[in-house]
Nanobody, 114 residues
Framework: QVQLVESGGGLVQPGGSLRLSCAAS????????LGWFRQAPGKQRELVAI???????HYADSVTGRFTISRDNAKNTVYLQMNSLKPEDTAVYYC????????WGQGTQVTVSS
């Protein structure tokens, strides 16, 4: 059983930055896909960014050019660097790891407000 623990969320002003971390209890190199999703109140959970096979990345149109996903296999951690944050980025952000099984973290709240 793998556990994913997100951290780094918080309250930030529009235009600010945050870096989210997702620490895995197992080796993240064993997962085909690692990604970040988010869910705003009253909305469905949506894809933010993913890394596929440790090589290719994909971003939602709404965050392209502002967010960057990365991974550190030595630390078994996935990151999401978020710059130029907007109020519409406010959501609970979840980490997801997909391999033989799918694992989700518990989520971390990001609030963008002045």
């Amino acid at each position: 059983q793998v556990q994913l623990v997100e951290s780094g969320g918080g309250l930030v002003q529009p235009g600010g930055s945050l870096r989210l971390s997702c620490a895995a209890s197992g080796r993240i190199s064993s997962f085909n896909t690692l990604g970040w999703f988010r869910q705003a109140p009253g909305k469905q959970r949506e894809l933010v960014a993913i890394i596929i096979s440790g090589v290719s990345t994909h971003y939602a149109d709404s965050v392209t050019g502002r967010f960057t996903i990365s991974r550190d296999n030595a630390k078994n951690t996935v990151y999401l660097q978020m710059n130029s944050l907007k109020p519409e980025d406010t959501a609970v952000y979840y980490c997801k790891a997909t391999g033989a099984r799918v694992y989700w973290g518990q989520g971390t709240q990001v609030t963008v407000s002045s």
